[in-house]
């Protein structure tokens, strides 16, 4: 799908990543619907994109925040599931109510969306869905049990709802970044990752994000060769390669993380 014309949904759009995308987005054509929660900072997108996106807040926590948000966005032709929680820390410091809200953010609000314009979509006979999950959803580490739950989740929903779509014209991409620079939730941590491993920026993620809908594909990892070669064997060899992490330091990585996002966690 050519994004020239086409109206796109930016969930996340007031955050690091979500902004970058907005920006991509715009600037090839597309009319972009920008969401999040913080209105204030959804219009200044909107005004640095001189005044062409349409802002829709939402708080996608909200049991009726994804059914309100497809109704005030209209016909769309392509989501961008972005909105996501960091969900960092040990489980059992989680209360249960924020053990729901990262599921209702990260998990259940794509989903409801998705069936919220997914008729629209067929009926047209032309969309794209698209969600921005993380290495987390390939590749579990320690800290990050919650976090991977809603991460690995999308990608198994985006996985079966492609088998159901794509007969239909339909495209479905997962995009999945691995530590993001500059912006976002792990900039903001203040975490810093040993010498070795590479970071991307919220401008690649956006650029992966328009070769995803433009050029229909799959699944798009946003991160160095090393972290992209480790999630593939990690998918074969799970525990091989958590051993293996564990002694190149992901403990003190993930505890510094967890620290910066979620103090006390
Ligand atoms: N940064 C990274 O290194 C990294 C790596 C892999 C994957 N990701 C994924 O990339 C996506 C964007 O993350 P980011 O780094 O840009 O984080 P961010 O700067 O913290 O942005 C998160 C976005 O989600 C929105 N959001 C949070 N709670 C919400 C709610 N209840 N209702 C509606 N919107 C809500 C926030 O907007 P409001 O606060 O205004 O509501 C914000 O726009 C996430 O899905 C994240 O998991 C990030």
Redesign the pocket.
Known sequence: MQLQGRTVLV?????????AIARALDARGARVLL????ED??EQVRAELGGRPQCL??????PA?AALLAERAGDVDALV??????ASGRIERFSTDEID?AL???LR?PIQLTRALLPGMLDRGRGHLLY?????GKVASPRGSL?SAT?FGLRGFAAGLREDVEPKGLGVTVV??????D??????SGAKLPPWVG?RT?QQ?AEAVVRGIEGERAEIDVAPLSLRAGSLVASLAPVTVARLQRRLGSVGVADSIAKGQRPGG
């Open positions: 969930t996340g759009a007031s955050g690091g990543i979500g902004r969401s999040a929660r913080r900072v959804l807040p939402v708080d996608l926590s909200d925040g599931a972005n909105a996501g929680l960091p809200q209702d953010v990260n609000a921005v999950s993380s290495l987390s976090y991460k999945y970044p691995g530590f993001v620079s912006a976002g939730m792990f900039a903001a970071t919220p993620v």
